[in-house]
């Protein structure tokens, strides 16, 4: 009788421990896996980031622009009204100061980087400050420039 319960106890023992063993398999198993998801949502986190980096250099150059395009129509309004109180004849420089005057600039912004980060979800961006700073950008003060600039 004793050398059944030894022999029990024996093949009890050898089940814990390969449940044992399965188990923490299984649970290494997830924890790879999380890891591994991890790497690729950093992966994505510095691309996404990248490209909203250079849409925003795109956005700069292009206020930029729009920046230098004012002030040539600045310049040009001051030119043609000084021309008209001094009542000065038509002439070649004129002309292309009445060029500027036609001139509107056109704000277009990149959002690829905005989208795809949207596509992916805005959790993949691990600071909360960079994420709802890119957030406020995007979705308030872009939009606040399109509203005015479709008003305009």
């Known amino acids: 009788m004793k050398k059944i319960l030894d022999t029990l106890k024996l093949k009890w023992a050898e089940y814990l421990l390969e449940i044992l063993v399965i188990t923490i398999g299984i649970l290494g ?14 992966k994505s986190e510095q691309l996404i980031l990248t490209e909203i980096r250079d849409n925003l250099k795109y956005d700069l150059n292009d206020f930029e ?10 310049i040009s309004s001051k030119a043609v009204l000084q021309a008209l109180e001094k009542d000065i004849a038509y002439h ?18 990149k959002r690829n980087g905005y989208k795809l980060l949207q596509s992916k979800g805005l959790e993949i961006i691990t600071n909360d400050e960079l994420r ?21």
């Open 92 to 109: 070649d420089s004129l002309g292309y100061y009445f060029s500027y005057l036609n001139a509107y600039p056109h704000f277009s912004c």
């Open 29 to 42: 198993a997830f924890m790879l896996n999380n890891w591994n998801e991890y790497q690729k949502d950093r």
């Open 132 to 152: 709802n700073k890119i957030t406020d950008l995007y979705e308030d003060r872009y939009q606040y420039l399109l509203t005015f600039e479709k008003e305009r």
């Open 65 to 74: 622009s729009n920046i230098t395009t004012l002030q040539n129509k600045s």
